[in-house]
């Protein structure tokens, strides 16, 4: 069973930056097609942020379109989200993604205004 572990959340001020990683470890198969990102911040259902192919192409909820970078190395079995210019309505636990239901533990992004 592969396991995605999730680093790279913390505090940061409106505008900021963080960069999200999410390593793939264990029984990883190469038909991880499609990775992702989801976030769920307190009190609201779990939402869809980003999504990417095995082959580098992205795709973006609105919300964070313009702002949000996801990417994927896979030679290091990593997907990343670079996040810009943050704002405090990005406040949430971030959870790396495989469809149909693998999870990472998650990492908290706070943005503070």
């Known amino acids: 069973q592969v396991q995605l572990v999730e680093s790279g959340g913390g505090l940061v001020q409106a505008g900021g930056s963080l960069r999200l990683s999410c390593a793939a470890s264990g029984r990883i198969i190469s038909s991880m097609n499609i990775m992702g990102w989801y976030r769920q911040a307190p009190g609201k259902q779990r939402e869809w942020v980003a999504t990417v192919t095995r082959l580098n192409e992205p795709d973006y909820a609105n919300s964070v379109k313009g702002r949000f970078t996801i990417s994927r190395d896979n030679a290091k079995n990593t997907v990343y989200l670079q996040m810009n210019n943050l704002q405090p309505e990005d406040t949430a636990v971030y959870y790396c993604?495989?469809?149909?239901?693998?999870w990472g533990q998650g990492t908290r992004v706070t943005v503070s205004s």
């Open positions: 993604w495989n469809p149909p239901s693998t």
